[in-house]
């Protein structure tokens, strides 16, 4: 099994900058894609950002410019660095992790999700 560990969520004014990790950890024989989602209520998850193994990143339109995501490989942990805040961001933020675990049938990719972590900017 894998486990996501995700941390720096809070409550910031609009303008202000918070920094998200998302740690990985257990069954993991190499990580492919690393990414941030999030969900406000009543809205439908939506990606943020993502960083692929091969180092291409990738960015909601709403984001790019403001945030900026980054990963430690030896670590298996993704960042994502959030300036210029608005109310707008104002949502659950999802660490979601392609890992390739190595199963009696060969190496296999699976999707893990973190449990969450609310940021809440004010305005």
């Known amino acids: 099994q894998v486990q996501l560990v995700e941390s720096g969520g809070g409550l910031v004014q609009a303008g202000g900058s918070l920094r998200l990790s998302c740690a990985a950890s257990?069954?993991?024989?190499?990580?492919?894609?690393l990414g941030w989602y999030r969900q406000s209520p009543g809205k439908q998850r939506e990606l943020v950002a993502t960083?692929?193994?091969?180092?291409?990143?990738n960015y909601a339109d709403s984001v790019k410019g403001r945030f900026t995501i980054s990963r430690d490989n030896a670590k298996n942990t993704v960042y994502l660095q959030m300036n210029s805040l608005n109310p707008e961001d104002t949502a659950v933020y999802y660490c979601?992790?392609?890992?390739?675990?190595?199963?009696?049938?060969?190496?296999?990719?699976?999707?893990?999700w973190g449990q969450g972590t609310q940021v809440i900017v004010s305005s």
């Open positions: 979601n992790a392609r890992i390739t675990q190595l199963t009696s049938l060969g190496p296999r990719p699976y999707d893990y």
């Open positions: 257990g069954s993991i024989f190499s990580v492919n894609v």
């Open positions: 960083f692929t193994s091969g180092g291409i990143t």
